[in-house]
């Protein structure tokens, strides 16, 4: 009799597989991925999105275990789909994997609630790795992105009002257009500017852009 009952249990204790949402705007990159996570016996992808909308849309109606989602997508952005997952279930689990690697994006991400942070050049057995850890509760950040988290947390950040004008020195606009369109005084926009310059440790607005866009203060 017990010699029956053991026999009966592998049979009826089939392995939960890792339920996946996908979120990424080129097709090759999802088509890649899917074709990964079946090579995989505890995974399964169960919906792909093409915009940061339709994941939040998809992760509504499937609650995947683990959500792969790319940084910026139309529509809504990664961030923004991050957050409105999270508000929907404070213990959702997302993996950023992104092209993007500047401090302000990972922070962005990580404050928003992503348990990782991967660029798209992770090996495969890495990201899978990652994958699984996720799904048992661990959060992950390669060695040199936790050194750009670290050093954009102990630095000096950029205060919105100095996020805006970062963003017009960027599309050219002068001292006075900034000042007209923020309804801030010329002199303010310049005490402005050299605030930036000091926090990002540059000496011009040429190299304060583009300080700003590799790390991901301003996108263009």
């Known amino acids: 009799m017990k010699a029956s009952d053991d026999k009966k249990k592998p049979s009826s204790a089939k392995k939960k597989r890792i339920r996946i949402l996908i979120g990424d705007d080129h097709s090759v990159v999802r088509e890649g991925l899917v074709s990964l996570v079946k090579r995989k016996s505890d995974m399964v992808v169960v919906a792909e999105a093409s915009n940061g909308r339709e994941a939040v849309e998809l992760w509504k109606e499937h609650r995947p275990d683990v959500t792969l989602l790319d940084l910026r997508m139309p529509e809504l952005n990664g961030v923004g789909a991050i957050k409105e997952i999270r508000e929907l279930d ?24 992503a348990k990782a942070y991967l660029l798209k ?100």
Request: net charge neutral.
């Open 121 to 220: 050049d992770t090996a495969r057995d890495a990201l899978v790795d990652t994958v699984r850890r996720v799904h048992a509760g661990e959060t992950y950040l390669p060695p040199q992105l936790a050194a750009k988290l670290a050093e954009r947390v102990s630095g000096e950040a950029l205060s919105p009002r100095e996020i805006d004008v970062l963003q017009r020195m960027a599309v050219g606009k002068s001292n006075k257009e900034i000042g007209a369109e923020l309804f801030i005084s010329e002199g303010t926009v310049k005490t402005h500017i050299k605030s930036i310059f000091s926090k990002l440790d540059v000496v011009s607005r040429t190299e304060a852009v583009a300080t700003a866009t590799r790390r991901g203060l301003i996108q263009l």
């Open 90 to 113: 404070g213990n959702a689990q997302i993996v950023v994997l992104t092209t993007y690697d500047g401090d302000e994006d990972i922070y962005r991400a990580i404050k928003a609630g």
